[in-house]
């Protein structure tokens, strides 16, 4: 979990730092249209949607931003036609990415991400090449100040979830995909606020990465994360924060 986590977390940091809400808001529209899409427009009822509306309420958002990213997933509004796609690669020190985008032009998102790629140190691969290397699992983060350990994880199991880690200044909690919202709202209940949920590809295994290597591999990450089309990206490394924050 150290590759996905941890970019998490340094993720963070840097957002704190530069802010770049603009983009951020482009992602969690498409989001919420997409899941509105496919499961639609009631978050009672479709817990993708309900995640994708927290997260952008935890980041902010403006009801109405929120509102008509909805109703252009159901139809009610003209909107773009979306659609997802995966897509996998590797990167330098053979880290395997499992690259998530939506898009409304396939060709343009794959030649980005191949030239961003063929730029970084890695190359695109085919279906299947890398994600049998990764777990599909439901992650809670909670900023570990002010939370008690022994109670969050009391919590967090009698919920459901699979596990509990501290990760220097966060907690992560892991669930299986279909218990992340049952045990979001047993810490909800007992006042254990997150601050993001989602469901990630967990690498079942990490590739130790450093120097060089850990300062292209993490300008990879970053230029594939900032192109449009891409909604995130997972990663099977392990690396000091020390060396990250560094890159």
Known sequence: MAGHSKWK??????????????????????????AAKQGGGDPDGNPRLRTAIETARNNSMPKDNIERAVKKGTGELEGVDYQEILYEGYGPA???LMIQTVTDNPNRTVAEIRHKLSRGGGNLGAANSVSWMFDRR????????????????????????EDVKREDDQFVVTT??????????????????????????IPKNTIRVEGKDAETLVKLLEGLEELDDVQKVEANFDMDVSEMAKA
């Not at 900023?143 to 979830?161: Q, Y």
């Not at 045990?183 to 254990?192: F, H, T």
Request: hydrophobic share 50%.
């Open 9 to 34: 977390q340094i993720k963070h940091y840097k957002a704190a730092a530069d802010a770049k809400r603009g983009a951020l808001f482009t992602k969690l529209i498409r989001e919420i249209t997409m």
């Open 94 to 96: 053979g880290v395997a």
């Open 138 to 161: 439901g992650q809670i983060y909670l900023d570990a100040t002010g939370v008690e350990e022994d109670t969050l994880i009391e919590v967090a199991l009698e919920g459901g979830a």
């Open 176 to 201: 299986g995909v279909a218990d992340l919202h049952a045990v979001k709202s047993a810490l909800d209940a007992k006042k254990l606020a997150s601050t993001s949920a989602e469901i990630a590809w």
